[in-house]
């Protein structure tokens, strides 16, 4: 073997040790964590790192900073923590790939937040669904996920949206929008699920920065908004752990 050749398959098994790692079995003792939805979740993570814990697969926004003080805070729980947030999905495209990106991941606990894009994409014209279609959807789902992992702890995140943000100008979003986030709660309750109250989180903080500040376009949170997100996250988590 010359050297181009052992410094390049050494290269190779030195980077690719650390990525099969973090793929061990489930064993007892350990715990995993799922965190699905649309793109706030996904926050442009690198989707070819699908491996547990990896740090560019958890994207930049709040799943990267729930899930790194997570991995500080209980090192002794085995903790294994996937991303599998894509961006501009709705509840029904999260169905269609449930099977791999969720169920097969067997989660101890799931998080999700999804329901901005079932309104937003049916305001611009690309969807044709209602807080309805949006609440049936949620509900099959969760049915789907407790008739196959019954003991899964639910989080769900309330979609939200953060008003004089760029994006978000249609007074729709006063009167339409927020039936989705009560169709939100209404399912969280009916499976026992933590419910993270994004909306009133936000509203709380705008006399302080305003929109530019937390979520520049009103659906996708800055820095500051995904540490607010993260910190409401990481109390959840800490209740349906017990």
């Given at each position: 073997?010359?050297?181009?050749?052992?410094?390049?398959?050494?290269?190779?098994?030195?980077?690719?040790?650390?990525?099969?790692?973090?793929?061990?079995?489930?064993?007892?003792g350990?715990?995993?964590?799922?965190?699905?939805?649309?793109?706030?979740?996904?926050?442009?993570?690198?989707?070819?790192?699908?491996?547990?814990?990896?740090?560019?697969?958890?994207?930049?926004?709040?799943?990267?900073?729930?899930?790194?003080?997570?991995?500080?805070?209980?090192?002794?729980?085995?903790?294994?923590?996937?991303?599998?947030?894509?961006?501009?999905?709705?509840?029904?495209?999260?169905?269609?790939?449930?099977?791999?990106?969720?169920?097969?991941?067997?989660?101890?606990?799931?998080?999700?937040?999804?329901?901005?894009?079932?309104?937003?994409?049916?305001?611009?014209?690309?969807?044709?669904?209602?807080?309805?279609?949006?609440?049936?959807?949620?509900?099959?789902?969760?049915?789907?996920?407790?008739?196959?992992?019954p003991?899964?702890k639910?989080?769900?995140?309330?979609?939200?949206?953060?008003?004089?943000?760029?994006?978000?100008?249609?007074?729709?979003?006063?009167?339409e929008?927020?039936?989705?986030?009560?169709?939100?709660?209404?399912v969280?309750?009916?499976?026992?699920?933590?419910?993270?109250?994004?909306?009133?989180?936000?509203?709380?903080?705008?006399?302080?920065?305003?929109?530019?500040?937390?979520?520049?376009?009103?659906?996708?949170?800055?820095?500051?908004?995904?540490?607010?997100?993260?910190?409401?996250?990481?109390?959840?988590?800490?209740?349906?752990?017990?």
């Open positions: 073997m010359d050297k181009r050749t052992f410094l390049k398959t050494g290269l190779l098994g030195s980077l690719a040790a650390p990525l099969a790692s973090w793929d061990f079995p489930l064993a007892a350990r715990t995993t964590i799922l965190f699905q939805g649309d793109s706030i979740t996904d926050a442009g993570r690198d989707k070819a790192q699908y491996y547990a814990n990896s740090a560019s697969g958890m994207g930049t926004g709040y799943v990267h900073m729930a899930a790194s003080t997570l991995l500080e805070k209980y090192p002794d729980q085995g903790l294994r923590i996937y991303n599998r947030g894509i961006s501009g999905h709705k509840v029904f495209q999260l169905a269609a790939r449930w099977e791999d990106d969720a169920l097969n991941l067997k989660p101890d606990v799931l998080s999700i937040l999804i329901g901005v894009n079932d309104f937003w994409h049916m305001l611009n014209g690309q969807y044709d669904g209602t807080a309805a279609v949006y609440e049936n959807d949620l509900r099959a789902l969760l049915a789907r996920t407790r008739e196959a992992l003991q899964v639910l989080i769900l995140g309330e979609p939200f949206v953060v008003r004089g943000g760029t994006a978000v100008g249609s007074p729709r979003w006063n009167t929008f927020p039936a989705y986030q009560a169709a939100c709660k209404k969280a309750g009916e499976f026992k699920a933590a419910f993270i109250p994004y909306q009133s989180l936000f509203d709380g903080v705008l006399n302080k920065g305003g929109a530019a500040y937390w979520c520049p376009d009103g659906v996708h949170p800055s820095l500051a908004g995904a540490r607010l997100m993260a910190n409401a996250w990481v109390t959840a988590y800490a209740e349906v752990k017990g």
